[in-house]
């Protein structure tokens, strides 16, 4: 009897742990200044600028067109390389090191405007007998690379504003 009882509330926490649907809230730890934002690209229909805004839409971030008392968030530049990182015997590259740097500024509301960077590597495995297969692969390296470098750049906007307010 003791047993059942033991494993009734086991199952009982564990499925009420599982179910209870608790789940991060996207958005929490930004300003209220930088909830409304102008995002601007010098190719507003690149992999990056299309990555950014999905992360600042992810975020709960609105983005409007006007500038007027608005912060605006740039992507000034962004750089992708590939370096050789390792070669097979017979001189054919083996390893490579896939590099994303963003350079970013953010304008605030008051006029003041601050440089942000974001850096992302990552080594990709090149088999040159599966072609096809490694070229789709390191695309989907490369999308998860803007990702991440676009989930750095809010990061560090945010600490940013966090900076500037205690001045």
Same mark, same amino acid.
């Given at each position: 009897?003791?047993? #059942? ?15 209870? *649907?608790?789940?991060?809230?996207? *958005?929490?730890?930004?300003?209220? %200044? ?6 601007? #690209?010098?190719?507003?229909?690149? %992999? ?7 992360? +600042? ?11 007027? *008392?608005?912060?605006? +968030? !740039?992507?000034?530049?962004? !750089? ?11 001189? !054919? =590259? ?5 590099? +994303? ?5 953010? !304008?605030?509301?008051? *006029? ?21 297969? $490694? #070229?789709?692969?390191? =695309? ?12 750095? +750049?809010?990061? $560090? ?9 205690? $001045?």
């Amino acid at each position: 009897m003791i047993k #059942s009882i033991k494993a009734f509330f086991i199952v009982a926490s564990i499925t009420a742990l599982s179910a209870c *649907g608790w789940h991060f809230q996207n *958005g929490t730890l930004i300003p209220q %200044e930088l909830r409304t934002l102008t995002f601007e #690209s010098p190719d507003p229909y690149s %992999e990056m600028s299309v990555a950014m805004r999905n992360q +600042l839409q992810a975020n709960n971030i609105q983005l409007v067109n006007s500038t007027q *008392g608005i912060p605006v +968030l !740039r992507i000034n530049k962004f !750089r992708e390389n590939d370096e050789v990182a390792s070669v097979f015997k017979r001189g !054919r =590259e083996a390893e490579k090191v896939l590099m +994303l740097e963003v350079e970013a500024s953010i !304008r605030l509301a008051n *006029g003041e405007s601050h440089p942000i960077t974001a850096k992302v590597n990552r080594t990709f495995f090149d088999n040159s007998r599966a072609a096809l297969a $490694k #070229s789709a692969e390191q =695309e989907i390296i490369w999308n998860d690379m803007r990702e991440q470098a676009a989930r750095q +750049l809010i990061t $560090k906007m945010v600490a940013l504003e966090k900076q500037v307010k205690n $001045k």
